[in-house]
């Protein structure tokens, strides 16, 4: 009898051909943008040869700044950066000290 193996790849990243994770979504994205973009430019009528290369130019582009996107920050490493960004530098507060502490002694005495 043959024995299946189920369920390998759980709790793995999805990688196809060295990228990971979001930067698939980011190249399939940008491939299908280029794609509408070079049919919207041929049936403008744009010379074919003009769509081939801008076509060409720009998956070139793409394909490059994927790949080093994904070599610099790694699976996880844009995400992170985005979520950085977010974070404030510094927190103000605006109450006065006095009634910050005031509120501390009053739970202090509960």
Do not use: D, W
Request: with cysteine; hydrophobic share 45%; net charge positive.
């Amino acid at each position: 009898m043959n024995t299946y193996n189920i369920n390998n790849g759980i709790g793995r990243t999805v990688e196809f051909k060295g990228l990971k994770a979001q930067y698939l979504f980011i190249f399939a994205g940008g491939s299908l943008g280029i794609l509408i973009l070079l049919m919207i430019m041929y049936m403008a009528g744009v010379r074919s040869y003009i769509c081939l290369f801008m076509g060409g130019v720009t998956s070139g582009v793409l394909i490059g700044q994927t790949f080093s996107l994904n070599r610099k920050y790694g699976e996880h490493g844009l995400m992170k950066l985005r979520a950085g960004k977010k974070h404030p530098r510094y927190i103000i507060n605006r109450k006065p000290i006095f009634r910050i502490l005031r509120i501390i002694s009053k739970k202090e005495a509960a």
